[in-house]
T-cell receptor, first 115, second 112 residues
Framework: EAQVTQNPRYLITVTGKKLTVTCSQNMNHEYMSWYRQDPGLGLRQIYYSMNVEVTDKGDVPEGYKVSRKEKRNFPLILESPSPNQTSLYFC??????????????FGPGTRLTVT | ELKVEQNPLFLSMQEGKNYTIYCNYSTTSDRLYWYRQDPGKSLESLFVLLSNGAVKQEGRLMASLDTKARLSTLHITAAVHDLSATYFCAVDMNGYGNKLVFGAGTILRVKS
């Protein structure tokens, strides 16, 4: 089954304790992205990647890091989480334009609470 | 900076009625997406609109795109309770489909 998986699904942590949220897709997609969702703000892009070792900032990158060492994985790293990073996080993947598929496939989400 | 505005942000409607959700955006783009999100769930792709004048329909939902007016609409025909969800539009910033700017979402409640 084609899917994007994220782990963990729920996480409660304390300020300053480094954490990683993993994202993996099995569709051989080139593009992957991270978004955060906050009430009244929709989804905002944190980082995106167009291929292995190619990443770029989205609209709200401060306080986050990413890496893309393998095509299927795109982890999101919070080196020193703060309470304003409490949010619902989504990973997404999509294929190259021209392949006929323009959809972004979203993972199930990770609800993060930083106290 | 691209701004994407959805109207209304909350919509309560009776079953059987018609209504339209509007998505206005502030800069040029030829691609727009509509998503549905159920409470506690991920986003489900509804429509991908790839050019000016594009119109797509699925069941009771129809989406259209006017790139000149920078406006997309999601029209609901004869609403049913199962359509209750949050609907997002998202504008493609770079034409590759991987850098999207979302609207704030429209919470739709269909009352029976």
């Amino acid at each position: 089954e084609a899917q994007v998986t994220q782990n963990p699904r729920y996480l409660i942590t304390v300020t300053g304790k480094k954490l990683t949220v993993t994202c993996s897709q099995n569709m051989n997609h080139e593009y992957m992205s991270w978004y955060r969702q906050d009430p009244g703000l929709g989804l905002r892009q944190i980082y995106y990647s167009m291929n292995v070792e190619v990443t770029d900032k989205g609209d709200v990158p401060e306080g986050y890091k990413v890496s893309r060492k393998e095509k299927r994985n795109f982890p999101l790293i919070l080196e020193s989480p703060s309470p304003n990073q409490t949010s619902l996080y989504f990973c997404a993947s999509s294929s190259l334009p021209g392949q006929g598929f323009y959809e972004q496939y979203f993972g199930p989400g990770t609800r993060l609470t930083v106290t | 900076e691209l701004k994407v505005e959805q109207n209304p942000l909350f919509l309560s409607m009776q079953e059987g009625k018609n209504y339209t959700i509007y998505c206005n955006y502030s800069t040029t783009s030829d691609r727009l997406y509509w998503y549905r999100q159920d409470p506690g769930k991920s986003l489900e792709s509804l429509f991908v609109l790839l050019s000016n004048g594009a119109v797509k329909q699925e069941g009771r939902l129809m989406a259209s795109l006017d790139t000149k007016a920078r406006l997309s609409t999601l029209h609901i025909t004869a609403a049913v309770h199962d359509l209750s969800a949050t609907y997002f539009c998202a504008v493609d910033m770079n034409g590759y489909g991987n850098k999207l700017v979302f609207g704030a979402g429209t919470i739709l409640r269909v009352k029976s």
